[in-house]
Nanobody, 127 residues
Framework: QVQLAESGGGLVQAGGSLRLSCAAS????????VGWFRQGPGKEREFVAAISWSGGSTYYADSVEGRFTLSRDSAKNTVALQMNSLKPEDTAVYYC????????????????????WGQGTQVTVSS
């Protein structure tokens, strides 16, 4: 079993930055790929970014490529999502998810491939 806890959400103006963190705990947390998804008001949950279990590969949705960056601290079992140049359309609840496995990050663009989910953290970008 893996437990996930997100932190770092908040309110920011357009063009600003936020850093989300996902802390994973549990016996198998270190062998999990980690992804971020988001769900905006009235929208379906969508993929944002994923990082492989080793941190060696990352994959981003087109909508955030070049603005968001994932990093992983394996010693602390944390994954950070640095979000720059934020836009009002980035407003959403952001969810951290973990998947047991050793595939490259691109494989984890589908929510069905995840085994564990966090509770979510709100990100609001004002115009």
């Amino acid at each position: 079993q893996v437990q996930l806890a997100e932190s770092g959400g908040g309110l920011v103006q357009a063009g600003g930055s936020l850093r989300l963190s996902c802390a994973a705990s549990g016996r198998t947390a270190s062998s999990c790929a980690v992804g971020w998804f988001r769900q905006g008001p009235g929208k379906e949950r969508e993929f944002v970014a994923a990082i492989s279990w080793s941190g060696g590969s990352t994959y981003y949705a087109d909508s955030v490529e070049g603005r968001f960056t994932l990093s992983r601290d394996s010693a602390k079992n944390t994954v950070a999502l640095q979000m720059n140049s934020l836009k009002p359309e980035d407003t959403a609840v952001y969810y951290c998810a973990a998947a047991q496995g050793y595939s490259s990050a691109r494989y984890y663009a589908l929510s069905a491939r995840y085994d564990y989910w966090g509770q979510g953290t709100q990100v609001t970008v004002s115009s």
